[in-house]
């Protein structure tokens, strides 16, 4: 089982940028999956995630406005647009996979997810 995120790269400061990660080992229809962030010298950040069923999107504070996150559950792939990205978004970006759940509170705890893919880095200058 694995996930696979592409699409980082460098950027400026205002421009957008779409993330993908693509479930291979297994179908995730049945998995939330979410996408968190680890900067530099900070701890690891909740991003997005969805539900399950594709009902349910949740952003974190910092992102919100600006970030929205998709699936294509045909394609096991999720999909993280990131619009008017700023400084601070500068960040390796990973996705993961939880079993079912849709709530809040279970999306947005990293503990809840038992497949992580191995991070792309997004890097946004001034």
């Known amino acids: 089982v694995q996930l696979q995120a592409y699409g980082g790269g460098t950027v400026q400061a205002g421009d957008s940028l779409r993330l993908s990660c693509v479930a291979s080992?297994?179908?995730?229809?049945?998995?939330?999956m979410g996408w968190f962030r680890r900067a530099p010298a900070k701890d690891r950040e909740f991003v997005a995630a969805?539900?399950?069923?594709?009902?349910?999107?949740f952003l974190g504070d910092s992102v919100e406005g600006r970030f929205t996150i998709s699936r294509d559950i045909a394609k096991n792939t999720v999909y993280l647009q990131m619009n008017s990205l700023k400084l601070e978004d500068t960040a390796a970006y990973f996705c993961?996979?939880?079993?079912?759940?849709?709530?809040?509170?279970?999306?947005?705890?990293?503990?809840?997810?038992?497949?992580w893919g191995q991070g792309t880095l997004v890097t946004v200058s001034s």
């Open positions: 993961a996979a939880a079993p079912v759940g849709s709530s809040r509170n279970y999306l947005t705890d990293p503990t809840s997810y038992d497949y």
């Open positions: 080992g297994r179908s995730f229809g049945t998995y939330g």
């Open positions: 969805i539900s399950w069923l594709g009902d349910s999107t």
